[in-house]
């Protein structure tokens, strides 16, 4: 017979082989931290509302090409968890992002990255006041909207799963975007960031790109998210999850190249979008075919309060009139949020604005990463960067350089960015 004791340590055994068995199947899964998710919500008034270019009251709309969206992406590892958010608007004031950071379950409001695109065919976001102080902004519209954005950062974090992450940048080919003001001057390299489920699904991708999204503009009487409408349709066809663009240094002009055989003469129809926008899309994911993935990539978020001087009397004006209680600090000063991102091999950097070319050259230059993400317009947008030295130095930079801050913002900003990146950890794989 066998005894007591041998029985208990024979069950004592076994019970321990079942707990080891099932600790060694499910380690790969409990070591892979990294985890993704990603969400839309659909941001198109209904009924129609007119749509701003910039100062001034909206125009009319009698039609829409495409669906405004607000793209959420939430990225985790080890208990650091960010959102980055992709809106379909001209810009988007942290007045608005930080009432949807207050909506936002179980991520710290300093690590959600909100964006605009830059569309020319939305609402007004700023409720830019005209020279009596009235706007033509619609509150209840921008509310709703505080509300889709949350709602898609809540379900993207509820959509959490390990992932692993690909990451590249190349040069996207010609007839994408143009400078308006000198045709090269422009950044024709193409950052993307991709986040794919261990089972090979991609989950989403991101593309990050220098243009203004303004093919068809505010005049035309239309509602349209521009080129980013089918850029999107594109990327989720051929790649599958969810698709978000975030701008980049494209003040001063970077448009989108929709010249008609190098004439003065511009194709402004929606058949225009499709074909930039697919272009791009098609162009972000040859560069992202072929990165290897990053299994289970590092992850930090820092951010730093940037304070600036506003020496333009437009912009102050904005800032008094508006109904928005737009953000000002003592004297005449603005204060924002930068953040920079180490996602594995990559970095990316906000900028509270339209930054020229030469700035985004600069950073780009100056991050330790061979895949760096510039995210422009990103938790305010604050008119043109452009530095001290193209300050109001060419007639052809009289319209940036009275809807910037100052001559003194890229500076301030530049040796913020510069620390921040300085007391940031390094770019690695782990």
């Not at 009251?57 to 980055?84: C, Q, S, Y």
């Not at 958010?85 to 936002?104: F, H, K």
Request: charged share 20%; with cysteine.
């Amino acid at each position: 017979m066998i005894s007591r004791s041998k029985k208990n340590l024979t069950a004592l055994i076994g019970l321990l082989s079942v707990v080891f068995f099932t600790w060694f199947i499910s380690f790969p899964l409990q070591a892979q931290t990294f985890r993704a998710g990603a969400a839309i919500r659909v941001i198109t008034p209904d009924p129609l509302l007119p749509v701003s270019g910039g100062v001034g009251i909206p125009n009319k709309t009698t039609v829409k090409n495409g669906d405004l969206f607000a793209r959420a992406m939430v990225l985790e590892k080890d208990g650091v968890r960010t959102a980055i958010v992709g809106l379909d608007n001209l810009g988007w004031p942290s007045v608005l992002g930080d009432q949807a950071r207050a909506l936002i379950k179980g991520i710290p409001p300093e690590n959600i990255l909100i964006g605009a695109t830059h569309t020319h065919s939305a609402p007004d976001a700023y409720a830019f006041p005209d020279e009596n102080g009235k706007t033509g902004a619609d509150m209840k519209y921008l509310q709703w909207c505080i509300k889709q954005i949350a709602e898609a950062v809540n379900e993207a974090t509820a959509n959490l799963a390990p992932a692993n992450l690909k990451v590249a940048m190349g040069e996207a080919a010609k007839g994408i975007a143009y400078n308006y003001y000198a045709p090269d001057l422009y950044d024709p390299r193409c950052s993307v960031m991709q986040a794919v489920a261990l089972d090979g699904k991609v989950i989403a991708t991101l593309v990050n790109y220098a243009i203004h999204p303004e093919v068809i503009g505010s005049d035309q009487g239309i509602l349209s998210p521009d080129l980013c409408g089918p850029l999107y349709d594109r990327v989720e066809k051929k790649a599958g999850g969810v698709a978000l663009f975030m701008n980049s240094a494209q003040g001063g002009m970077v448009t989108a190249d929709n010249r008609l055989n190098n004439t003065k003469e511009e194709a402004r129809g929606w058949d225009e979008c499709i074909r930039i926008g697919e272009l791009l899309a098609d162009e972000a994911l040859r560069i992202i075919s072929d990165a290897p993935l990053q299994k289970n990539p590092a992850l930090s978020v820092s951010s730093t309060i940037v304070e600036f001087p506003v020496d333009s009397k437009m912009i102050l004006y904005i800032l008094q009139k508006s109904p928005l209680g737009l953000k000002k600090g003592q004297g005449n000063t603005v204060s924002t949020r930068v953040n920079l991102l180490t996602i594995g091999t990559a970095q990316a950097l906000t900028i509270p604005g339209e930054a020229l070319p030469n700035i985004g050259y600069y950073l780009k230059r100056n991050m330790p990463t061979s895949y760096p993400f510039l995210f422009g317009l990103t938790n305010d947008a604050f008119g043109y960067i452009l530095t001290k030295e193209d300050f109001n130095s060419f007639k052809r930079y009289d319209y940036v350089s009275r809807t910037s801050l100052g001559e003194r913002t890229a500076e301030i900003f530049i040796n913020a960015a510069m620390q921040l990146i300085k007391d940031s950890p390094k770019p690695s794989e782990k």
